[in-house]
């Protein structure tokens, strides 16, 4: 016969007498741990999915206002911008439309010294 030795100390070491009376009620009758696993995990689904769609919210509104700037940037500080750091215009435009939908927020920090100021 092999004995099995539980562990029945509490999270400070101290040891803890085992409740032999809630071992004695049925599994059914205690409560349902996989139940409670598939709670937690639609919980946790629950909220990151949440957390997902205000991100996504979030990004929507920066690419828009990036969008924005980029729609009143000037071609001929386009232009020059372009010639000073070594690019061909189609190829910086194609950069700065890049930027505006990947990285929203550095387009929202650059565009602005593209547009013409009256």
């Known amino acids: 016969m092999q004995v099995h030795q539980i562990n029945n100390s509490n999270s400070e070491g101290v ?9 004695n009620i049925p599994l059914h009758k205690r409560g349902n741990i ?8 639609a919980e946790q689904t629950k909220e990151k999915s949440k957390r997902l769609d205000e991100i996504n919210y979030q990004r ?5 206002e990036a969008e924005r700037l ?10 020059a911008e372009a010639k000073r ?3 061909s215009l189609p190829d910086f435009r194609l950069e ?3 930027m505006v939908f990947n ?12 547009i013409k100021q009256d």
Not at 15 to 23: E, Q, R, S, V
């Open 70 to 79: 980029f729609k009143l940037v000037d071609r001929k500080l386009m232009w």
């Open 96 to 98: 700065l439309k890049l």
């Open 15 to 23: 040891k803890m007498a085992l409740d032999h009376g809630i071992l």
């Open 34 to 41: 996989d139940r409670d696993i598939d709670k937690w995990k």
């Open 85 to 87: 750091i070594g690019m």
């Open 103 to 114: 990285r929203p927020k550095q387009a929202e920090k650059i565009l602005p010294r593209l």
């Open 60 to 64: 929507e509104q920066e690419r828009k």
